[in-house]
């Protein structure tokens, strides 16, 4: 594979190819995922929620000590496996969030992605590593609070944003009406909003845009609007390296336009999902009750929530479609096979610089 494309690089790091893929929780992307990515020169994603047996879980120091110990597990495990980039995505929205974060940063790792929630103490949590601090946005407006109240705070700023776009999978930083109308700005939108933010900004922040990126086209446009990278998750569930079973991944390839919907989570925010028997009981009302042996989530009530979105997540890693949340991207019905994380990156490597070149062509 020959590469045409500029690294992404955060102040002394430097990823060659300029793609993070996507933290995917409870078990998605795991370090096998993560290390295989970053192993092909761009930068792995270990998901930080959702790592740990239950039956460790039961009460909150349970669960804070277990879940903090599985998660510096895969960060030895995903060490073990390569030498190249990678970082942990943790969700503000968790109520062991300050443990998870600062765990990462004493591991040395090379990034933190924070989102679903604004990260306004994450600087606090990695006082003395060397860690980057790439908050997720889904405006300038976002980007810039964070932005100043990190530097009134701590006196830093982001390392990078990562702006994520309303065709992403999983949980999306946008109101429910505004995703199911069509009416969220778009990814290209929101992007130019952000680079607007940061244009002035001494010594610049760079800003990777995910949410719909599928193919080296879409890649080659985002990186023309001034982009320093993308973000990629949907596509890297569908490979060997990724840790879900068969059935979550043909799960995927089976799915059709029509099958993608969004749902109200219990995490306080909506969420991109496949259809499937258990989001249909949901859409006609049915509850799921079920006994919470531990708080994972701030912004989840167990008395009124109509489901456990950990054990629904879990259910998909597992296989158990039926009784799942899978949740995927807006063009998961595009993807026809499973590959390597090798094969797919070479493929959106080549099909960029084509159209970079093609691009480039034109201009002329």
Not at 172 to 182: A, I, M, P, S, V
Not at 196 to 214: R, S, T, W
Not at 269 to 289: A, N, W
Request: aromatic share 6%; proline share 4%.
């Amino acid at each position: 594979m020959i590469n045409c494309l500029k690294p992404l690089r955060m102040g002394e790091l430097k990823i060659d190819i300029p793609l993070i893929q996507g933290g995917m929780g409870v078990r998605v992307s795991t370090a096998s995922l993560a290390a295989a990515v970053a192993n092909c020169g761009a930068a792995g994603t270990i998901a930080g929620v959702g790592l740990a047996d239950e039956a460790d879980c039961i009460g909150r120091d349970n669960f804070f000590r277990s879940s903090r110990q599985a998660l510096v597990s895969e960060i030895h495990k995903a060490r073990e496996l390569t030498k190249g980039v990678f970082g942990v995505n943790i969700m503000v929205a968790l109520t062991n969030y300050e443990d998870l974060a600062r765990a990462a940063a004493k591991e040395d790792i090379n990034f933190i992605v924070s989102g679903a929630g604004l990260p306004l103490k994450l600087p606090e949590y990695t006082i003395g590593t060397q860690v980057k601090l790439i908050p997720i946005v889904s405006s300038g407006r976002v980007a810039e609070l964070i932005i100043k109240t990190w530097k009134k705070r701590y006196n830093r700023i982001p390392d990078a944003l990562v702006v994520e776009g309303p065709l992403a999978g999983g949980h999306l930083g946008y109101r429910f009406d505004e995703l199911e109308t069509g009416k969220a700005h778009s990814l290209d939108d929101i992007l130019l909003d952000v680079l607007g933010v940061v244009k002035d900004i001494p010594g610049g922040i760079p800003v990777i845009a995910g949410g719909g990126v599928f193919d080296g086209k879409d890649i080659a446009r985002i990186l023309g609007l001034g982009a320093s990278g993308v973000q990629i998750g949907t596509r890297f569930v569908a490979t060997d390296e990724c840790s879900v079973a068969d059935e979550f991944k043909q799960a995927y390839i089976d799915s059709q336009e029509k099958d993608t919907i969004i749902i109200k989570s219990p995490v306080g925010l909506p969420g991109r999902s496949i259809k499937t028997k258990f989001i249909d009981g949901l859409l006609k009302g049915v509850k799921m009750p079920f006994e919470c042996k531990f708080k994972c989530l701030k912004t989840c009530d167990p008395q009124s929530a109509p489901y456990c979105i950990a054990k629904a997540m879990l259910n998909a890693f597992k296989g158990d479609i039926d009784n799942a949340v899978v949740f995927a991207g807006s063009y998961v019905s595009r993807i026809k096979k499973i590959v390597s994380v090798k094969e797919l990156i070479d493929e959106l490597v080549s099909e960029t610089c084509s159209a970079l070149a093609l691009k480039s062509a034109i201009a002329v």
